[in-house]
């Protein structure tokens, strides 16, 4: 059974930077993939970022591209989503997720995930 634990969130101005950290554990390393969401009250769930364990792959959405970073400390099973430049428009609950098999094209929908972790909420605001 894998677990994730997100943590890292909280409140920042415009233009500030959070980084975010999900500690997985029940898994064997490669051949699995982590996405980081995003959900707006009132909103969808939708794809911010993606890695893939087995070589490194990493996928963004258009609107965080140049802004947020994914990468993965494989000693401590953690990985991260670093958030720079950071807009009123990013606040959000994060979460992140977890996939046993490549995902691909289909990295941004969440229904192709098969754990999630309880979320951790970022505030933009001045």
């Known amino acids: 059974h894998v677990q994730l634990v997100e943590s890292g969130g909280g409140s920042v101005q415009p233009g500030g930077s959070l980084r975010l950290s999900c500690d997985a554990s029940g898994y064997t390393y490669r051949s699995n993939c982590m996405g980081w969401f995003r959900q707006a009250p009132g909103k969808e769930r939708e794809g911010d970022a993606f890695v893939y364990f087995g070589g490194g792959s990493t996928y963004y959405a258009d609107s965080v591209k140049g802004r947020f970073t994914i990468s993965q400390d494989k000693g401590e099973n953690t990985v991260y989503l670093l958030m720079n430049s950071l807009k009123p428009d990013d606040t959000a609950i994060y979460y992140c997720?977890?996939?046993?098999?490549?995902?691909?094209?289909?990295?941004?929908?969440?229904?192709?995930?098969?754990?999630w972790g309880q979320g951790t909420q970022v505030t933009v605001s001045s």
């Open positions: 997720a977890f996939a046993f098999r490549w995902l691909g094209g289909s990295w941004s929908v969440p229904a192709e995930y098969n754990y």
